[in-house]
T-cell receptor, first 113, second 113 residues
Framework: DQQVKQNSPSLSVQEGRISILNCDYT??????FLWYKKYPAEGPTFLIS?????DKNEDGRFTVFLNKSAKHLSLHIVPSQPGDSAVYFC????????????FGTGTRLLVSP | DVKVTQSSRYLVKRTGEKVFLECVQD?????MFWYRQDPGLGLRLIYF???????EKGDIPEGYSVSREKKERFSLILESASTNQTSMYLC????????????FGDGTRLSIL
């Protein structure tokens, strides 16, 4: 039972355009959501997060949107850069004193010059 | 910056061997985690620990055990390695309380022949 789903295994975008990565979840108890970026042969790097009390969080070129009624979150990267090419994982947790995360399967983003 | 160090980047072992994967973090985090990452499956939680000598099973604990004798160190043990345990293994740590992201090591790519 996949509680966190990333239905697009890959996404190709041109440099300078917007990248939109999507994530759906099924567990209504999730209250904290994160995005991680992963380059080959490296561990995932934390990118941005959002609490369920918000519907938007922004950090530079990265913005995460949360739609609780639709159980959907998205990551917007504007403008996209070739260095953004990586696998992006969304993750979610139901607060339990520490973050036990449930990860999606990842979306591979390719930003071409 | 948080530093999570995994002892080996690449490891090749034979079926039936007992395999130890070591992870050390330098930020006094209470919580540590072991995941495996497989193509199309994302990151799946094997075991986690919220305190010294404490451990909890994750989603796929079969064939694995863990040890946490010191706060900074969390070991994953493959009791009798099998070929289906060939994977990328990732260690992470985080603080207790509030919304804290997990910080990952660079991973160990383990091949069981």
């Amino acid at each position: 039972d996949q509680q966190v789903k990333q239905n697009s295994p890959s996404l190709s975008v041109q440099e300078g355009r917007i990248s939109i990565l999507n994530c759906d979840y099924t567990n209504s108890m999730f209250d904290y959501f994160l995005w991680y970026k992963k380059y080959p042969a490296e561990g995932p790097t934390f990118l941005i997060s959002i609490s369920s009390i918000k519907d938007k969080n922004e950090d530079g070129r990265f913005t995460v949107f949360l739609n609780k009624s639709a159980k959907h979150l998205s990551l917007h990267i504007v403008p996209s850069q070739p260095g953004d090419s990586a696998v992006y994982f969304c993750a979610a947790s139901a607060f339990s004193g520490f973050q036990k995360l449930v990860f999606g399967t990842g979306t591979r983003l390719l930003v071409s010059p | 910056d948080v530093k999570v160090t995994q002892s080996s980047r690449y490891l090749v072992k034979r079926t039936g061997e007992k395999v130890f994967l070591e992870c050390v973090q330098d930020m006094d985090h209470e919580n540590m985690f072991w995941y495996r990452q497989d193509p199309g499956l994302g990151l799946r939680l094997i075991y986690f620990s919220y305190d010294v000598k404490m451990k909890e099973k994750g989603d796929i604990p079969e064939g694995y055990s863990v040890s946490r004798e010191k706060k900074e160190r969390f070991s994953l043990i493959l009791e009798s390695a099998s070929t289906n345990q060939t994977s990328m293994y990732l260690c992470a740590s985080t603080l207790t309380g509030g919304n804290q992201p997990q910080h990952f090591g660079d991973g160990t790519r383990l091949s069981i022949l």
